[in-house]
């Protein structure tokens, strides 16, 4: 079974910082999808980023970054020039079979 | 375009009542997921569904549990006997789903069931 694992209940740092959340997760398949959702207080889940675990490059959206290293089967956001508004729970999630798997969350403050 | 939304956003009702919760997806999506997100438990698949086929119920936690999709669009989700531990955020999501390769599920806001 797969398990995602966030072993940072929560965080917290001032604007313009950078900020890098950690994700963990234990699979036997080769090929698989892995994600960050951010969960604002008004609970939409969004979508920050996404990696193909086939891709070696790892994937960038503006502020966004991840840290894909797939022997150590760990796969990090990194959010530079943080702003207010980055402020929600953020989830790591395994896709397997259409499904997907989240890790307990990490709670992110921004303070101005 | 319309995200995807549900109904409603808030639901209170007595243990042992049985409530519906619905869920439109982004037109043209073709996969559509429920997810519950408990204190206790995090955020857990309930039941997806894939076009024409059968769905995949696996993540049902008991038989109080149903969904149903009509027409391809628009499902609800129902909970039958309700009991205090069902209280949580359900959650929908929808995507392009080819079957081949995974694509991006897109939630709404979710239902908060509160079961008293």
């Known amino acids: 079974a797969q398990t995602v694992t966030q072993s940072q209940p929560e965080m917290s740092v001032q604007e313009a910082e950078t900020v890098t959340l950690s994700c963990t997760y234990d699979?036997?398949?080769?090929?698989?999808?892995l994600f960050w959702y951010k969960q604002p207080p008004s609970r939409q889940m969004i979508l920050v980023i996404r990696?193909?675990?086939?891709?070696?490059q790892n994937a960038t959206e503006n502020r966004f970054s991840v840290n894909f290293q797939k022997a150590a089967k760990s796969f990090s956001l990194k959010i530079s020039d943080s702003q207010l508004g980055d402020t929600a729970m953020y989830f790591c999630?395994?896709?397997?079979?259409?499904?997907?798997?989240f890790g307990q969350g990490t709670r992110l403050t921004i303070n101005p | 375009g319309a995200g995807v939304s549900q109904s409603p956003s808030n639901k209170v009702t007595e243990k042992g009542k049985d409530v519906e919760l619905r869920c439109d997806p982004i037109?043209?999506?073709?996969?559509l997921y429920w997810y519950r997100q408990s204190l206790g438990q995090g955020l857990e698949f309930l039941i997806y569904?894939?076009?024409?086929?059968?769905?995949?119920k696996s993540g049902l936690p008991s038989d109080r549990f149903s969904a149903e999709r009509t027409g391809g669009s628009v499902s609800t989700l129902t909970i039958q006997r309700t009991q205090q531990e069902d209280s949580a955020v359900y959650l929908c999501?929808?995507?392009?789903?080819?079957?081949?390769?995974?694509?991006?599920?897109?939630f709404g806001p979710g239902t908060r069931l509160t079961v008293l």
């Open positions: 999501a929808s995507s392009f789903a080819s079957g081949r390769t995974p694509d991006t599920q897109y």
């Open positions: 699979t036997s398949e080769n090929n698989y999808y």
């Open positions: 990696q193909e675990a086939y891709k070696q």
């Open positions: 999630a395994f896709m397997r079979a259409q499904k997907l798997v």
């Open positions: 037109s043209g999506h073709t996969a």
């Open positions: 569904f894939q076009g024409n086929s059968a769905p995949d």
